[in-house]
């Protein structure tokens, strides 16, 4: 990014033509001097301040990026191939493996089997291979100036400075994506002020570096965004000949017993019991002609809670179903 230099070093004629990059320096400044009052009233110590906020700049590539956000084209099967691949189940069982004594004390703590921890785990971060390369105090910063959702991201830029201040992680190591999502599951600041937890006791919640800590953070968000350990997340169904498809919301919430009377019955064959337990039908490729269809109960919108979207929690489940 050019910088702008000193006032009497620039013609007038230059600075009517200087591109707003430039003019904008100054605004960041004051920005974050009021970042910098404002975290001082919450607590934050100068010490922590002085140190994060030192020298950052506006990040062109963020702002870019933030602008380009698109809905994606992508068809049902066109995600589902691409996320479950046959590489993502087969790193997911060698995760599941490698980290297996763990992930059954995170089970016996937080309820979630571990399954479920490692499949979230595997679509935020790849296993934790691919965790971002912004820093997230510039990230944040430079999205909270921005403006277009300027006070969204300046809330999450004071959480990140709380957690700095209180010692969980280091300026240099807080890296994430260009929105500020940080670590393996992918915590915005907010979030990760609420349910990171310090699963190996240790007195930091090290979301970055530390599995214990990491995936128990992603046990702890299912298990308080309303996680039922007695239900698994859904199941791939067949559906009966003349089937409504207008049936097939998540807001159409019914019995199990009334899904049997309709004739719905699991990719098996075997039919869906007659249940008082609740559930909806789904088919997300029904725009393109896939009629593949699921029966999803409770547990799936808990996974939405983690990301509200439907293919996004049908992978989820689907990768869960196949690196355990």
């Known amino acids: ?148 959702r300027a006070s969204f991201f300046r809330n999450e830029l004071m959480a990140a400075l709380r957690i700095l201040d209180a010692g969980h992680v280091t300026p240099e190591r807080m890296r994430g994506s260009w929105a500020g999502a940080m670590g393996h599951p992918q915590f915005m600041p907010s979030s990760f002020e609420r349910l990171a937890v310090d699963a190996d006791g240790d007195g930091r919640k090290d979301i970055w570096d530390n599995r214990a800590d990491a995936l128990g953070s992603i046990g702890n968000y299912l298990s308080r965004s309303g996680w039922r350990d007695d239900e698994r997340w859904g199941r791939e169904v067949l559906l009966p000949a003349g089937f409504d498809p207008g049936q097939a919301t998540r807001d159409n919430v019914r019995p199990l017993r009334e899904w049997a009377r309709m004739g719905v019955a699991f990719i098996d064959g075997t039919p869906v019991p007659a249940l008082e337990m609740t559930g909806a039908v789904l088919v997300p490729g029904a725009s393109s002609g896939n009629m593949q269809a699921f029966l999803v109960y409770q547990n799936f919108n808990v996974i939405r809670r983690y990301n509200p979207s439907n293919f996004y929690a049908l992978a989820v489940g689907l990768l869960s179903d196949r690196v355990a």
Do not use: K
Not at 29 to 38: N, P, Q, Y
Not at 52 to 71: F, H
Not at 77 to 84: A, C, E, L
């Open 1 to 148: 990014m050019i910088r702008l230099g000193r006032r009497s070093a620039l013609s007038i004629p230059a600075l009517l033509l200087a591109p707003p990059a430039l003019a904008q320096q100054g605004s960041f400044e004051a920005f974050l001097d009021g970042i910098r009052a404002d975290a001082r009233r919450a607590g934050v110590s100068s010490a922590t301040l002085q140190r994060a906020l030192t020298g950052i700049r506006p990040v062109d590539r963020v702002i870019e990026l933030d602008r380009r956000q698109a809905e994606s084209s992508l068809t049902w099967d066109q995600y589902r191939d691409r996320i479950v691949s046959q590489a993502r189940i087969d790193n997911g069982r060698r995760a599941y493996a490698d980290n297996r004594a763990l992930l059954q004390s995170l089970e016996d703590r937080f309820r979630i089997p571990g399954r479920y921890m490692v499949a979230i785990w595997g679509m935020e971060t790849n296993y934790g291979s691919n965790t971002g390369g912004f820093g997230v105090i510039e990230a944040l910063a430079t999205l909270a100036w921005e403006g277009r």
